[in-house]
C-alpha cells in the first residue's frame, strides 16, 4: 500500500521558479519508491512570475494538485502587500481541510522558499498529527546582507521586516519539525549554531536532482529562444540565473581576466559574446548592473545582460544553442548553484568561477564536466594566474568541443537517485 505525502510547493508550474524545481524533477519516480503525491500550489492568476504552460507537459498525468486563491495582487498592494505567503495561507488552509479531515495524508513535505508558508506545518501537524519535512533550499534567517553591508534584493526596509518575522517563525517552523533537508551543508551548521536543540541527525543534504527528462523531450518541443543567433558567426558564452551583490567578485574576476587577455590579443575576442540571461528576481526591475561592471573593464560591447527571466525550456535551449557556459558562484559559501547540472547536461565547455567550499566543485571535478576556478579571499586579482589559462581553454573549445564528462560518476546526482534518496527519508517519518 503506498503511503500518501502532500508536498507544498506555491509556485508550482505553470509558474517558471526555481523553488518547485526538485519537486516537478522527482514527481515522474515518486511512484516507484512507494508514495503518492499531491501537490498542494497557488493558482497562477495569483502569483506575479512568468507563466510557462510547457512545464505542464512534464508533469505525469496522475499527478494531483490542489490550487488554492489568494488575496489578488491588486487588492494588496493598496494596502502596500505584495507578499504571496501572506496573502494566500487562509486559503492554503481552507484548500486542504477536507482532505486532513479524511486522514489522506501521511506526511507533509515544504519544498518552498515562500518561508512563511512553513509555520502551516505546526498547524497540521497539531491539528491532524501529520508529521511534516523542511526543506531549504536558501536560507531563511540570514545576516548575510548585514555581514557584508550589500543592498538586499527589494531594499532595506522589505528585508527588515522579512528578517524580524523570521526571527520568530523560523524556530518555530523547526521546533516540530520531523525532518530538515538542505541544499547545502552551510545552512545545518548555520541553524545548529542558532538553536541548540537541533541535532545532526535531524539533517540531511540533498541537492537537486539533474533534469536528465527535460533534455530528453527539449528537441521535441521545438523551442526558438530570442537571446542570440547561434548562427551568426558569434561565440556566444552563456550564463542564466540570477546576479546580485554577492557574486560581484565573481564577474569582476572573470572580467578582469578577459580584459587583460583581450589587450594582449584583441583579435581573439572580435567576435565573442558574453550573454547574462534572467538576472533578476522582480519583473519590475530592468537594471543592467552586470553590464555596469562590464563596463568598468571595457568589455561593455562584449557583453550582453537580459535581466528578465525566460520560460524555462527556453533556458535550456539557450545552453543548447550556446557556445560555452559561464557558472558565476557567489561569494557567499553556503550557494549551492542548482542550475549546475542542467548546465553538465547541455555538454558545451563550462567555467565555473565559485568558492571554494561549494558543494558545486566537487561535482565539476569528480565529473570532469568543466573547467573550475577556486576562490576564498575578496580580490580578484589574486586568481589572476588562475584565471586566464581557463580563459585561453575557454577559447579553444569554443572552436572544437568534445565532451569528455565522465556520465558514470554523474549518476548520483540524477533526479532519480535524488527522490530515491528523499522517499528513504519520507519512510523514517510517516505517520503512525
Given at each position: 500500500?503506498?503511503?500518501?505525502?502532500?508536498?507544498?510547493s506555491?509556485?508550482?508550474?505553470?509558474?517558471?521558479?526555481?523553488d518547485?524545481?526538485?519537486?516537478?524533477?522527482?514527481?515522474?519516480?515518486?511512484?516507484?519508491?512507494?508514495?503518492?503525491?499531491?501537490?498542494?500550489?497557488?493558482a497562477?492568476?495569483?502569483?506575479?512570475?512568468?507563466?510557462?504552460?510547457?512545464?505542464?507537459?512534464?508533469?505525469?498525468?496522475?499527478?494531483?494538485?490542489?490550487?488554492?486563491?489568494?488575496?489578488?495582487?491588486?487588492?494588496?498592494?493598496?494596502?502596500?502587500?505584495?507578499?504571496?505567503?501572506?496573502?494566500?495561507?487562509?486559503?492554503?488552509?481552507?484548500?486542504?481541510?477536507?482532505?486532513?479531515?479524511?486522514?489522506?495524508?501521511?506526511?507533509?513535505?515544504?519544498s518552498?522558499?515562500?518561508?512563511?508558508?512553513?509555520v502551516?506545518?505546526?498547524y497540521?501537524?497539531?491539528?491532524?498529527?501529520?508529521?511534516?519535512?523542511?526543506?531549504?533550499?536558501?536560507?531563511?534567517?540570514?545576516?548575510?546582507?548585514?555581514r557584508?553591508?550589500?543592498?538586499?534584493?527589494?531594499?532595506?526596509?522589505?528585508?527588515?521586516?522579512?528578517?524580524?518575522?523570521?526571527?520568530?517563525?523560523?524556530p518555530?517552523?523547526?521546533?516540530?519539525?520531523?525532518?530538515?533537508?538542505?541544499?547545502?551543508?552551510?545552512?545545518?551548521?548555520?541553524?545548529?549554531?542558532?538553536?541548540a536543540?537541533?541535532?545532526?541527525?535531524?539533517?540531511?543534504?540533498l541537492?537537486f536532482?539533474?533534469?536528465?527528462?527535460?533534455?530528453?523531450?527539449?528537441?521535441?518541443?521545438?523551442?526558438?529562444?530570442?537571446?542570440?543567433?547561434?548562427?551568426?558567426?558569434?561565440k556566444?558564452?552563456v550564463?542564466?540565473?540570477?546576479?546580485?551583490?554577492?557574486?560581484?567578485?565573481?564577474?569582476?574576476?572573470?572580467?578582469?581576466?578577459?580584459?587583460?587577455?583581450r589587450?594582449?590579443?584583441?583579435e581573439?575576442?572580435?567576435?565573442?559574446?558574453?550573454?547574462?540571461?534572467?538576472?533578476?528576481?522582480?519583473?519590475?526591475d530592468?537594471?543592467?548592473?552586470?553590464?555596469?561592471?562590464?563596463?568598468?573593464?571595457?568589455?561593455?560591447?562584449?557583453?550582453?545582460?537580459?535581466?528578465?527571466?525566460?520560460?524555462y525550456f527556453?533556458a535550456?535551449?539557450?545552453?543548447?544553442?550556446?557556445?560555452?557556459?559561464l557558472?558565476?558562484?557567489?561569494?557567499?559559501?553556503?550557494?549551492?548553484?542548482?542550475?549546475?547540472?542542467?548546465?553538465?547536461?547541455?555538454?558545451?565547455?563550462?567555467?565555473?568561477?565559485?568558492h571554494?567550499?561549494?558543494?558545486?566543485?566537487?561535482?565539476?571535478r569528480?565529473?570532469?564536466?568543466?573547467?573550475?576556478?577556486?576562490?576564498s579571499?575578496?580580490?580578484?586579482?589574486?586568481?589572476?594566474?588562475?584565471?586566464i589559462?581557463?580563459?585561453?581553454?575557454?577559447?579553444a573549445?569554443?572552436?572544437?568541443?568534445?565532451?569528455?564528462?565522465?556520465?558514470?560518476?554523474?549518476?548520483?546526482?540524477?533526479?532519480?537517485?535524488?527522490?530515491?534518496?528523499?522517499?528513504?527519508?519520507?519512510?523514517?517519518y510517516?505517520?503512525?
Open positions: 500500500m503506498k503511503r500518501h505525502v502532500l508536498i507544498v506555491p509556485h508550482f508550474p505553470p509558474i517558471n521558479a526555481a518547485h524545481q526538485r519537486i516537478r524533477m522527482s514527481l515522474p519516480y515518486f511512484d516507484d519508491f512507494g508514495w503518492k503525491v499531491t501537490v498542494l500550489c497557488i497562477p492568476e495569483f502569483v506575479e512570475g512568468i507563466l510557462d504552460n510547457q512545464l505542464m507537459s512534464t508533469i505525469p498525468p496522475e499527478t494531483e494538485i490542489i490550487q488554492a486563491s489568494a488575496i489578488s495582487q491588486k487588492l494588496s498592494r493598496k494596502f502596500f502587500l505584495g507578499n504571496l505567503a501572506v496573502r494566500s495561507i487562509p486559503f492554503l488552509v481552507s484548500a486542504t481541510s477536507k482532505y486532513f479531515e479524511k486522514n489522506k495524508f501521511d506526511l507533509v513535505y515544504f518552498t522558499t515562500m518561508f512563511l508558508t512553513m502551516l506545518g505546526r497540521w501537524l497539531n491539528k491532524y498529527k501529520v508529521p511534516y519535512i523542511l526543506d531549504f533550499q536558501d536560507p531563511w534567517l540570514s545576516d548575510y546582507y548585514d557584508t553591508q550589500s543592498a538586499p534584493p527589494g531594499g532595506r526596509l522589505k528585508y527588515k521586516i522579512a528578517q524580524t518575522l523570521a526571527q520568530t517563525l523560523e518555530f517552523a523547526l521546533k516540530k519539525a520531523s525532518h530538515i533537508i538542505s541544499v547545502s551543508p552551510e545552512y545545518p551548521k548555520m541553524l545548529m549554531q542558532r538553536y536543540w537541533l541535532k545532526e541527525e535531524q539533517f540531511t543534504v541537492p536532482g539533474a533534469p536528465e527528462k527535460d533534455f530528453e523531450i527539449l528537441p521535441s518541443l521545438k523551442v526558438q529562444q530570442k537571446i542570440f543567433d547561434p548562427n551568426d558567426g558569434c556566444h558564452w550564463y542564466v540565473g540570477r546576479g546580485g551583490n554577492d557574486m560581484t567578485f565573481s564577474l569582476k574576476s572573470l572580467f578582469l581576466g578577459i580584459q587583460k587577455l589587450r594582449d590579443c584583441p581573439d575576442w572580435q567576435k565573442v559574446k558574453l550573454h547574462f540571461v534572467g538576472t533578476k528576481y522582480s519583473v519590475f530592468n537594471n543592467k548592473e552586470i553590464e555596469a561592471i562590464a563596463k568598468l573593464y571595457d568589455l561593455d560591447d562584449l557583453v550582453i545582460e537580459h535581466p528578465q527571466r525566460i520560460p527556453e535550456l535551449q539557450v545552453l543548447s544553442d550556446s557556445h560555452a557556459i557558472i558565476i558562484g557567489s561569494d557567499d559559501r553556503s550557494y549551492s548553484a542548482s542550475k549546475v547540472y542542467p548546465y553538465i547536461l547541455a555538454r558545451k565547455p563550462i567555467l565555473a568561477i565559485l571554494q567550499e561549494s558543494l558545486v566543485v566537487n561535482v565539476l569528480n565529473c570532469q564536466a568543466g573547467e573550475v576556478v577556486t576562490f579571499q575578496a580580490d580578484p586579482n589574486e586568481i589572476m594566474n588562475l584565471m589559462p581557463k580563459l585561453r581553454s575557454l577559447l573549445q569554443s572552436e572544437s568541443y568534445s565532451n569528455s564528462t565522465k556520465w558514470n560518476v554523474f549518476q548520483p546526482y540524477t533526479a532519480k537517485e535524488m527522490t530515491r534518496r528523499q522517499c528513504a527519508i519520507f519512510d523514517r510517516i505517520s503512525a
